[in-house]
C-alpha cells in the first residue's frame, strides 16, 4: 500500500482565516479524497481530488469553502477557508487502490484543526 | 439517514477471549465492505473486506462475517490482544470508490 503524509499535522486557527492541508504520496496514485470526520463522528467524504482538472464535491462542501488542488499523480492540498469553530475537525486524505469494483482505501495520518 | 451503522460505541474485552464488533447498513445495493483500525492521533488503517459474494474472509486473528438477508456484518478478532485496543470502523459501497463509514466502536483489550 502506499505511504501517505499530511502536513501539518495538527493546528490552532483563528476563526475567519484560512489553512492548507497537505497531503503527499510516495507513489502515483489515480484517485485521490478528503475526508473530514468531526468529534464523535464518521468519516465523512469531502470531494475527491482530480489530476489536471477540478475537484468533485460531495453534497454539503463547496468549492468556495474547500477548495482543493492536484497538481500531479502524487500531490494533493485541501484548503478549509474562512474557518469557523464547526470547522474543528481531523482532515484527511486518501488513496484508492484496488481492481475491477473492489476498491480499498488507504489513509494519511490526518491533521487535527482546532478553530478558536 | 445513517446507512451504515455501529451501534455499540464502544466495547470492553479481556485479552485473550473473542472481540464481536458489529455494524448494520440499509443500502442493499452495498456489495463492498471495509474494516479500520484508527489509533488516536493516527489515519484509520485498513483491515479487511468482505465482497457480498462472500460470507466470511478470515485474515490472521481477524474474521469479517457478512450476512446480506440481515444487512449485518462483524468483526471478529480472536485471541484479542492489549494492542488492538482502537476505534474501529466498517465501510460499504455499492461498487464504487466512495464509502460510506459507520461511526465507530471503541474497542478496549484488558490486560
Known amino acids: 500500500s502506499a505511504v501517505i503524509s499530511q502536513k501539518p499535522s495538527r493546528d490552532i486557527c483563528q476563526r475567519g482565516t484560512s489553512l492548507t492541508i497537505q497531503c503527499q504520496v510516495d507513489?502515483?496514485?489515480?484517485?485521490m479524497f478528503w475526508y473530514r470526520q468531526q468529534p464523535g463522528q464518521s468519516l465523512t467524504l469531502i470531494a475527491t481530488?482530480?489530476?489536471?482538472?477540478?475537484?468533485?464535491?460531495e453534497s454539503g462542501f463547496v468549492i468556495d469553502k474547500f477548495p482543493i488542488s492536484r497538481p500531479n499523480l502524487t500531490f494533493s492540498t485541501l484548503t478549509v477557508s474562512n474557518m469557523s469553530p464547526e470547522d474543528s475537525s481531523i482532515y484527511l486524505c486518501?488513496?484508492?487502490?484496488?481492481?475491477?469494483?473492489?476498491?480499498?482505501?488507504?489513509f494519511g495520518p490526518g491533521t487535527r484543526l482546532t478553530v478558536t | 439517514d445513517q446507512q451504515v451503522k455501529q451501534n455499540s460505541p464502544s466495547l470492553s474485552v479481556q485479552e485473550g477471549r473473542i472481540s464481536i464488533l458489529n455494524c448494520d447498513y440499509t443500502?442493499?445495493?452495498?456489495?463492498?465492505f471495509l474494516w479500520y483500525k484508527k489509533y488516536p492521533a493516527e489515519g484509520p488503517t485498513f483491515l479487511i473486506s468482505?465482497?457480498?459474494?462472500?460470507d466470511k474472509n478470515e485474515d490472521g486473528r481477524f474474521t469479517v462475517f457478512l450476512n446480506k438477508s440481515a444487512k449485518h456484518l462483524s468483526l471478529h478478532i480472536v485471541p484479542s490482544q492489549p494492542g488492538d485496543s482502537a476505534v474501529y470502523f466498517c465501510?460499504?459501497?455499492?461498487?464504487?470508490?466512495?464509502?460510506?463509514f459507520g461511526t465507530g466502536t471503541r474497542l478496549k483489550v484488558l490486560a
Open positions: 465501510a460499504a459501497s455499492s461498487g464504487t470508490y466512495k464509502y460510506i
Open positions: 468482505i465482497s457480498s459474494i462472500k
Open positions: 481530488a482530480n489530476q489536471g482538472s477540478e475537484a468533485t464535491y
Open positions: 507513489s502515483q496514485v489515480t484517485m
Open positions: 486518501s488513496v484508492a487502490s484496488g481492481q475491477g469494483l473492489s476498491y480499498e482505501q488507504y
Open positions: 443500502n442493499s445495493m452495498f456489495d463492498y
